[in-house]
């Protein structure tokens, strides 16, 4: 059992936030977690992007070979990652400024994620936020009905956790940032 | 419950758990982390951190507060560890117990910022002038970089010798849970050696120039004795599924995690594939690899490199079994299933 | 019978290996002196360069280490920071200080580092046979300027006190010399107020001794120092070049 989980963005995005509270939730599960993010020059410009594989078994590589997962914040991480995901990867694809098409696959959840994190919650930074919610969710229809995937490995009660460890030193942010995990995971209907 | 730490960021708070009292550094990708990291805590701590003008700055401050006896360490990448062989090879010569971490890219010159493995040779063959040896320890995950940083020092104290990490940038960049589970070192044993000023005793000397008829050829014999003492009592690997396996993977660091991966899809094609992994570089885990080489028995060597543990490992098999190698350089990273075929073409 | 002068404390019973007419024994007579007198032997701890120097510590009676090439500033700074109550001081000549070690100079002075550096200028490079050092004088004969310094092709010589006085963080620069006894008193007393700073922890101190090579030089002792007090110090002018404790 095994998912390997790409989420990318434009920097400031909060891109390698919202990889950390995906492994942050894998941990507060007792799940094995790696997260590598991207570095260096990429950094600056382009896209930056985090890789979190999340298993119930020892990771060997913290690199996605053949990832199963994509959170996608800008167009660009899009065009850059679609190529390198498995078959029914599970993709959420921010419709605020990415322009709905037809499904990459079919487990493709087109997710208005800026929208979301500016009217709902009221602060757009928490789109990021927003994402992982929508992912569990996406991540828990693929195990349960559509693809078979795997089993459940990821559930939203640990997620929501997990922002109160990563937000452990600014506890002002913990209850809207909660908040956006549930509004992305409540935005995906079975 | 376990902290999601980089493993950088775990080697610092390893080091400082275990006493540290000084860090040197110079800023290079993929090490930032470490220089940051303790340029916040070793400061709040009251203890000493200087950003160095140069890698071969950073090195000697680290062989002068070492020289005093006290727990000092330096960090870098490829390019900056070439710059650090001078230190090194002096601190060798005259015994000074140090921590050198290497976060490994790759090369040659500047190369890139990507993870690599391919100071390998450098590391274990003494990457400076002389006829001197490190220890060289190669965690494969946070939860080791945490590990190895904080025992490094014991090791260098209890032989007098530089101790080097050679970790990698992925190894170094990724964050995984970490306990930190050592306790906190603040006594230290007293070294009868070190420079301290000589209230009440004899000056003390630490040097490594040694001109005097036959007293570097003496020093060397004296040195040697100690490797080979460091070579009986320090050998560290990994064995995994080996017992009874045809196929047996030799790697370190970045790559025995992906070879260890690669074993167990072998296993489940039904291949009796195993994972020797050296945690010492240096000494290297030669006569357990020699046991295990039998003409039945096929080696595979795989590394983020071209090829340089191979070759050690060739060594210790001596012509018993075949050896063969597997690897990418210049931040190109393996994957399991291209050792899996690597493998299966093996069997066949 | 009283005696009146005796070896320092701070010397060993040692022969010198220096070359005959060779200021270094002078000069290390005059840091052990100012040591003694200062009661910091035993908290001494002195980094050698490499060099002619590099087997100082046969010479002083308190604990020394070795440096790798033009590295004493960086060695010092370790010692120091982890040690601050003890008592640091680099010996260091031209070649090792202001050629391959000027990055280390300049950035152990520029961060005021609290020690003292003994630095003896004899413009050439003294251990390796006499070779072109930053400070060899312009038009000089040396092993490696067989037809005398050119500026064209090797620059010119470089005044280490007057670069770090521009440094906002040194604190005390002298240039003296021990070619007579009037300027052996005083370059003792350079020393000694440069090790007191120290001890006052008033920050980064060097203190810049003119001194000769008459082997390297290939001069008697006496032409050598004649050399020193015409053309040497007519380059390298002796005197005060920064006190910071005394502008404030």
């Known amino acids: 059992m095994k998912h390997e989980i790409i989420v990318a963005g434009f920097g400031g995005q909060g891109v390698l936030l919202a990889g950390t509270l995906i492994a942050q939730a894998a941990i507060e599960q007792g799940l094995h977690t790696t997260w590598f993010p991207s570095y260096g020059a990429e950094m600056r410009g382009g896209t930056a992007n985090s890789t979190i594989v999340v298993s119930d078994e020892e990771i060997g590589s913290p690199l996605a070979f053949n990832a199963n997962a994509l959170i996608a914040l800008n167009e660009p991480s899009l065009n850059k990652f679609l190529p390198r995901m498995a078959k029914s990867a599970a993709i959420i694809v921010n419709s605020s400024i990415i322009a709905q098409t037809e499904k990459f696959t079919e487990n493709t959840y087109f997710v208005p994620l800026s929208e979301i994190a500016d009217k709902t919650i009221g602060n757009i930074k928490t789109a990021n936020m927003v994402s992982v919610g929508a992912l569990i969710k996406a991540l828990e229809l693929c195990a349960d009905h559509i693809c078979k995937m795997e089993n459940k490995i990821l559930n939203i009660n640990s997620a929501v956790k997990a922002v109160e460890t990563a937000f452990y030193a600014k506890p002002k942010l913990v209850d809207i940032n909660k908040k956006a995990v549930l509004a992305g995971y409540d935005f995906i209907e079975a | ?348 | 019978m009283k005696k009146i002068l005796s070896r320092p404390e701070s010397l060993k019973d040692n022969q010198m290996h220096y070359c005959p007419g060779c200021g270094h024994g002078i000069i290390h007579r005059l840091v052990a002196e100012a040591i003694d007198e200062l009661g910091v032997r035993e908290k001494t701890i002195a980094v050698a360069p490499v060099g002619c120097a590099v087997f100082a510590y046969d010479y002083f009676n308190f604990d020394t280490t070795e440096a790798p090439h033009g590295r004493p500033p960086a060695v010092a700074t370790g010692i120091k920071r982890t040690n601050p109550d003890k008592f640091v001081f680099t010996y260091q000549g031209d070649g090792d200080i202001s050629a391959i070690g000027m990055s280390e100079t300049i950035h152990a002075a520029n961060r005021g580092e609290n020690i003292t550096i003994i630095f003896v200028n004899n413009a050439n490079y003294g251990m390796t046979g006499g070779q072109m050092a930053p400070t060899t004088l312009i038009g000089q004969v040396t092993e490696t300027t067989p037809f005398g310094r050119d500026p064209k092709r090797e620059g010119y010589p470089i005044h280490l006190c007057e670069l770090l006085s521009s440094l906002t963080a040194t604190t005390y620069l002298e240039r003296v010399s021990i070619y007579n006894p009037k300027n052996i008193i005083n370059a003792k007393r350079a020393i000694k107020k440069a090790f007191q700073y120290q001890i006052e922890g008033k920050g980064f101190s060097l203190i810049e001794v003119i001194s000769n090579c008459p082997v390297d030089w290939g001069m008697t002792p006496l032409d050598s120092i004649k050399w020193v007090e015409e053309k040497f110090i007519e380059e390298f002018k002796l005197g005060l070049i920064k006190d910071k404790t005394e502008q404030i």
């Open chain 2, 1 to 348: 419950m376990k902290k999601l730490v980089k493993g950088n960021v775990a080697l610092c708070e390893g080091a400082i758990t275990a006493g540290l009292h000084a860090y040197f550094g110079y800023p290079i990708t993929p090490q930032n982390e470490v220089p940051a990291y303790m340029s916040r805590k070793m400061v709040e701590l009251g203890r000493v951190f200087i950003q160095g003008e140069s890698e071969i700055a950073s090195a000697n401050m680290v062989l002068g507060a070492a020289v005093t006896g006290k727990r000092a360490m330096t960090s870098s990448s490829s390019p900056g560890m070439s710059l650090k062989q001078e230190a090194l090879s002096y601190m060798a010569g005259m015994e000074i117990p140090a921590l050198i971490v290497n976060v490994q890219r790759g090369g040659p010159g500047l190369g890139n910022i990507s993870g690599a493995q391919s100071d390998y040779f450098q590391a274990v063959k003494g990457g400076g002038h002389g006829d001197y040896r490190l220890i060289v320890l190669a965690p494969n995950c946070a939860q080791e970089m945490y590990e190895t940083a904080y025992d490094s020092f014991d090791l260098a104290e209890k032989y007098r010798t530089p101790v080097m990490i050679l970790s990698d940038g992925i190894v170094g960049q990724m964050m995984e849970p970490v306990e930190f589970n050592r306790p906190e070192i603040k006594e230290f044993a007293n070294k009868d050696w070190a420079l301290t000023g000589c209230m009440q005793r004899e000056p003390r000397s630490i040097k490594s120039l040694l001109m005097r008829e036959g007293s570097l050829e003496r020093h060397n014999i004296d040195l040697q004795e100690k490797y080979e003492i460091i070579s009986k009592n320090e050998v560290q690997y990994e064995s995994y599924l080996t017992d009874d396996a045809q196929i047996i993977i030799t790697a370190f660091g970045i790559a025995s995690r992906i070879s260890k991966s690669a074993v167990k899809l072998a296993r489940k094609n039904g291949i009796k594939a195993g994972l020797l992994r050296p945690k010492t570089l240096w000494p290297f885990p030669s006569k357990i690899i020699s046991e295990l080489a039998k003409p039945q028995t096929a080696f595979l060597c795989v590394e983020l490199n071209h090829g340089q543990m191979v070759e050690d490992v060739r060594l210790a098999v001596n012509g018993k079994s075949r050896v063969e190698f597997l690897g990418k350089g210049g931040g190109g990273i393996i994957n399991e299933i291209e050792i899996l075929e690597k493998i299966k073409k093996l069997v066949k």
